[in-house]
């Protein structure tokens, strides 16, 4: 596609139930990030991914989430029993080797009743 | 550490007013400054980039070294300019680092 994708676009979970968040970068971009936006907040970083590179997870908030990129494309968020605090619109961004620019998704609006 | 800072979490301003978003970064070496903006439901995009030295919508925004600031301006606010606006920083071949956001609120 000419744009990143992420699905579902809105996903309602009961707590303690887990889910999968999934994000398809632009071809070719090797550069991909997750970052988590709760209502009336800023961007808060959760991982990046860069092409074979060990990810830089600083910014996983728990041991309950976790991300995947397989085969240096696809991304996963997954998190585990999930929380009541865990609702938010969760956007991956993606890039080339050289950042010149982030391009994100619509997001998944994570709802947890 | 990489830091990304917007000190004001609201801007309220009227209608044909200045603008001034403010963003300040600590950074070593010499980074590249963005600012992204998000209008009400659509996406997080690129407004405009340092080393590009362009205008955007009416935006400008001028890299200070000395003070180690970026910040955005517009001489008169619209209320199409109504959006979370985000400031990032980057070496070049290092993760982006974004600040928490502002909320620029143009009053009719």
């Known amino acids: 596609g000419a744009g990143v994708s992420q699905s579902p676009s809105n996903k309602v979970t009961e707590k303690g139930k887990d889910v999968e968040l999934r994000c398809d970068p632009i071809?070719?971009?090797?550069?991909l990030y997750w970052y988590r936006q709760s209502l009336g907040q800023g961007l808060e970083f959760l991982i990046y991914?860069?092409?074979?590179?060990?990810?830089?997870k600083s910014g996983l908030p728990s041991d309950r989430f976790s991300a995947e990129r397989t085969g240096g494309s696809v991304s996963t968020l997954t998190i585990q029993r999930t929380q009541q605090e865990d609702s938010a619109v969760y956007l991956c961004?993606?890039?080339?080797?050289?950042?010149?620019?982030?391009?994100f998704g619509q997001g998944t609006r994570l709802t947890v009743v | 550490a990489q830091r990304v800072t917007q000190p004001e979490k609201l801007l309220s301003v009227f209608k044909g007013a200045p603008v001034e978003l403010k963003c300040n970064y600590s950074?070593?070496?010499?980074?590249?400054l963005f600012w992204y903006v998000q209008y009400s439901r659509q996406r997080l995009q690129l407004l405009l980039r340092?080393?590009s030295r362009e205008s955007i919508k009416g935006f400008t925004a001028d890299l200070n070294k000395g003070e180690t600031s970026f910040h955005l301006k517009k001489p008169f606010a619209q209320e199409e300019d109504s959006a979370m606006y985000y400031c990032?920083?980057?070496?070049?071949?290092?993760?982006?680092?974004f600040g928490t956001g502002t909320k620029l609120q143009v009053i009719p």
């Open positions: 961004a993606t890039g080339g080797q050289r950042f010149t620019e982030a391009f």
């Open positions: 071809s070719g971009h090797t550069a």
């Open positions: 991914f860069q092409g074979n590179s060990a990810p830089d």
């Open positions: 950074y070593s070496g010499s980074p590249e």
């Open positions: 340092h080393i």
């Open positions: 990032a920083a980057t070496g070049g071949y290092q993760k982006v680092t």
